[in-house]
């Protein structure tokens, strides 16, 4: 990234950016997301600041092609980016169906077949949970709404998924037509994301202007970080190619096993459902989250209070709430996230520290 900010500067879409080849970094970079995931070289990869906006564009396509008489769908358990947009639609007369979440932290199948009919225009579900890190059933739920609303769009959040777990468009994600992402779940850098434009779908711009990015998204091309991102799906890739995100889930369920010989009480949110490989979200009843994230600080370790784009909340855990567990157990809710770099013995050095803490 560095050079991109000092010697090769340029504007991307300037004379010189183009004869100083800039453009080749961002199809190398899209061409990077595309082996990450599987994808085709004719899945298109909008670059955007995250998927924050990228899912806020897929919400606003998704409005456009809600005329009279049809609905959208999503899940009660969506980030705050699609949940907040649609309660918005919701306001301006936009009728949306809600799938609740059953204990085990995925979406009720079961109720979403009763929700759906011809007449949905729109689908928003996510593949991984962003607290839990429950992977959710997205490719039943998508053949369901395909075989009930073929022309329905079919969006997915894969922020929490992408770079951590193998992922394929031509398995899992088959059926689905856009895709969010963001490069900082998987080592890259904050303030870059996209959305991935499937079957040869046609949105209109949410950011409209110079007409960069095939008149999809304007404005500056922000080469450093697409760089950076390239970088970071380059390696995680060839990561996930070793079976690392297998390492990575069997230190997690070897730090829940040594958490659980300390604090015998503990429950651990999402643990009969298939998980993120490095994602932990469990409570101590009777300790506070915050308390317990301030006592991990002072110990010079970084865990969160749920979700960070949550965590300035000072409710507990809406997702857990929704789950069925008490007010009190979903403040006791703390996330723990490992990544490529973390060990064993990190985690369990953190496991006996709280112990003292906590005896």
């Not at 915050?290 to 209070?305: E, L, M, N, Q, R």
């Amino acid at each position: 990234m560095t050079q991109f900010m000092t010697s090769r500067f340029w504007n991307v879409s300037s004379a010189y950016g183009q004869l100083d080849g800039l453009e080749e970094i961002v199809e190398s970079a899209k061409a990077a997301i595309r082996t990450l995931i599987g994808a085709e070289p004719n899945d298109e990869v909008i670059f955007t600041s995250g998927a924050t906006e990228s899912n806020v564009w897929a919400v606003a396509e998704g409005a456009r092609r809600c005329t009279s008489c049809r609905w959208i769908l999503s899940s009660q358990i969506e980030h705050p980016s699609i949940n907040e947009s649609l309660e918005n639609l919701q306001k301006q007369g936009v009728e949306v169906r809600w799938v609740p979440v059953t204990r085990n932290g995925t979406f009720d199948l079961n109720k979403l077949a009763d929700l759906v009919d011809y007449n949905l225009c729109f689908a928003s579900l996510m593949f991984a949970h962003n607290e839990t890190g429950v992977i959710q059933p997205l490719r039943e739920a998508a053949i369901l709404i395909r075989e009930r609303a073929p022309q329905c769009l079919i969006h997915t959040d894969a922020t929490q998924a992408i770079g951590k777990m193998p992922v394929s468009l031509l398995d899992e994600l088959s059926m689905v037509d856009l895709i969010s992402f963001s490069g900082h779940k998987f080592h890259g850098p904050k303030g870059i994301g996209g959305l991935i434009i499937r079957n040869g779908k046609t949105l209109q711009p949410l950011i409209c202007g110079g007409g960069q990015q095939q008149n999809l998204r304007s404005g500056t091309i922000n080469i450093p970080a697409i760089a950076g991102i390239s970088a970071a799906a380059t390696k995680c890739g060839k990561l996930l190619q070793e079976n690392r995100h297998i390492s990575i889930q069997l230190i997690r369920d070897k730090f829940e096993e040594h958490i659980r010989l300390h604090f015998p009480d503990v429950f651990i949110l999402g643990k009969q459902a298939p998980r993120l490989p490095n994602t932990s979200f469990w409570g101590i009843p009777g300790i506070d989250a915050d308390d317990f994230v301030y006592t991990s600080a002072t110990h010079g370790i970084v865990i969160g209070k749920g979700s960070a784009c949550s965590a300035q909340s000072l409710k507990p855990s809406h997702t857990a709430m929704l789950m069925g567990y008490s007010y009190d157990e979903a403040s006791s809710l703390v996330r723990v996230s490992s990544s490529f770099d973390t060990s064993l013995n990190e985690l369990i050095d953190f496991s006996d520290k709280i112990h003292e803490s906590y005896p």
